[in-house]
């Protein structure tokens, strides 16, 4: 069974900064597209960044883009989100997803259970 779990999460001001970890038991990451999604109350899950399999292209969404860096690590089956600059905005629960790629999680088949980030003063 495809298992994904977050860590990283937690109370940040804003301003500061957070990395989330995406980690995999039982398969390899570098075989899939990973995506990372966050979901605030009462609203949507939103597509926040992602990362191919082949060669490593990234994509982020426009209200992230030049604050949050999506990586990789295959010799630690782990991939990393690099969060900068954090605003109360981005408070939201973050997921970490394997499938297809994309900012849309319907192209992702397997999830990891959600990481708490909050920012606030």
């Known amino acids: 069974q495809v298992q994904l779990v977050e860590s990283g999460g937690g109370l940040v001001q804003p301003g500061g900064s957070l990395r989330l970890s995406c980690a995999a038991s039982e398969f390899a990451l570098e075989y899939y597209a990973i995506g990372w999604f966050r979901q605030a109350p009462g609203k949507g899950r939103e597509g926040v960044s992602c990362?191919?399999?082949?060669?490593?292209?990234?994509l982020y969404a426009d209200s992230v883009k030049g604050r949050f860096t999506i990586s990789r690590d295959n010799a630690k089956n782990t991939v990393y989100l690099q969060m900068n600059s954090l605003k109360p905005e981005d408070t939201a629960v973050y997921y970490c997803?394997?499938?297809?790629?994309?900012?849309?999680?319907?192209?992702?088949?397997?999830w990891g259970q959600g990481t708490q980030v909050t920012v606030s003063s």
């Open positions: 990362i191919s399999t082949s060669d490593g292209s990234t």
């Open positions: 997803a394997a499938g297809m790629g994309g900012l849309r999680p319907t192209d992702y088949e397997h």
